[in-house]
């Protein structure tokens, strides 16, 4: 009997590609940051379009406890942002992982192997 692979999101650790906040790269922000959260989000954006709050070297977050909602990947919060049915929060919070890591490391990246293999561990 084949096992299928079951894929479960969540947050990898020396990732970062969520961080990379380019507002080039998000022309939808308005649409779904209220216009105090957009103001705070744009304050963030430090050089090359990274989180000023991001660390390069350890690529963790330095205010991870205490980061904004619209960094907090979790079914109430997409469902407010997103209207994101929280019976569909894992596939689609899968989705923009995916399209984040492929946009800021690429497709074939170590990040998109590891993130790939770390979703599907523990099934």
Known sequence: MM??????WQCVQGCGACCQL?????????DYLTPEEL??????V?????CINFDHETRKC?????????????PDTFEAMYEIDPS???????????Q????VYGNQSTEMQHYNREITQNN
Not at 3 to 8: G, H
Not at 39 to 44: G, N, V
Request: net charge negative; glycine share 8%.
């Open 88 to 98: 569909e929060f894992n596939e689609f919070a899968i989705d923009c992982c995916r």
């Open 22 to 30: 380019d507002p080039g790269d998000r022309p939808d922000l308005e």
């Open 100 to 103: 984040q890591i492929e946009g």
């Open 62 to 74: 330095l205010i991870y406890e205490q980061r904004p909602r619209f960094c907090r990947v979790q």
């Open 3 to 8: 096992k299928i692979k079951q894929e479960t």
């Open 39 to 44: 103001d705070h989000y744009l304050s963030l």
């Open 46 to 50: 430090g050089e090359n379009g990274w």
